[in-house]
């Protein structure tokens, strides 16, 4: 069974930067490609990255691109998102995937991301 564990959320400031994590189990991590998703009050999910499984491809949604860093860690299992410049829209609860560029994933149960000053 998947199993997925975010964590890292929190209150951030405008300009603020904030490193969000995921533990993955239940599956062999290091084959699959992995990616984070988020939904904003009142809205759908949205794609935000992925990462493929050897972590050496990502790609962004054009509203993180340059601003935010995905990257993990093959022998912890771990998934992690790097979000520097953050914005007010970048309020949402953010969850890790297991997809490749895709809303429809597995995914846990989400961290809570708010800007705000």
């Known amino acids: 069974e998947v199993q997925l564990v975010e964590s890292g959320g929190g209150l951030v400031q405008p300009g603020g930067s904030l490193i969000l994590s995921c533990v993955a189990s239940?599956?062999?991590?290091?084959?699959?490609?992995m990616s984070w998703v988020r939904q904003a009050p009142g809205k759908g999910l949205e794609w935000v990255g992925s990462?493929?499984?050897?972590?050496?491809?990502?790609r962004y949604a054009d509203s993180v691109k340059d601003r935010f860093i995905i990257y993990r860690d093959n022998v912890k299992n771990t998934l992690h998102l790097q979000m520097n410049y953050l914005e007010p829209e970048d309020t949402a609860l953010y969850y890790c995937?297991?997809?490749?560029?895709?809303?429809?994933?597995?995914r846990g149960q989400g961290t809570q991301v708010t800007v705000s000053s």
């Open positions: 990462i493929s499984s050897g972590g050496d491809i990502s």
């Open positions: 239940g599956f062999s991590f290091n084959n699959y490609p």
């Open positions: 995937s297991q997809a490749w560029r895709s809303t429809s994933g597995p």
